[in-house]
């Protein structure tokens, strides 16, 4: 069984940081693209970063201006988010989510499985 399981969430204030991580189990870790999606109330789920299978390919959602960093440790099945200089836009429940086909990424719809996601708040 495919388990992805978000942690690191919380409520913080403008301009601070969170680091968010995603554990991945139930797949070879490594075959997987994976990536971070977001959700505010009301909104389309967006893409925010992903990760290719051995790390050598990376986007960037283009709201996020620097700001993000995304990274993984095979090792571990493990990917990670930093988020600094955070915005109350950037208030959403975050998502990971495994990705073997890793055609189109950036499309919440090809991926393969998805963890029950992280709220994530920032106030003014």
């Known amino acids: 069984q495919v388990q992805l399981v978000e942690s690191g969430g919380g409520l913080v204030q403008a301009g601070g940081s969170l680091r968010l991580s995603c554990a991945a189990s139930g797949i070879k870790f490594s075959d997987y693209g994976m990536g971070w999606f977001r959700q505010a109330p009301g909104a389309d789920r967006e893409y925010v970063a992903i990760i290719s299978g051995n790390g050598d390919r990376t986007y960037f959602a283009d709201f996020e201006k620097g700001r993000f960093a995304i990274s993984r440790d095979n090792s571990k099945n493990m990917v990670y988010l930093q988020m600094n200089n955070l915005e109350p836009a950037d208030t959403a429940v975050y998502y990971c989510?495994?990705?073997?086909?890793?055609?189109?990424?950036?499309?919440?719809?090809?991926?393969?499985?998805w963890g029950q996601g992280t709220q994530v708040t920032v106030s003014p």
């Open positions: 989510g495994a990705d073997r086909t890793f055609r189109s990424p950036r499309n919440h719809y090809e991926y393969d499985a």
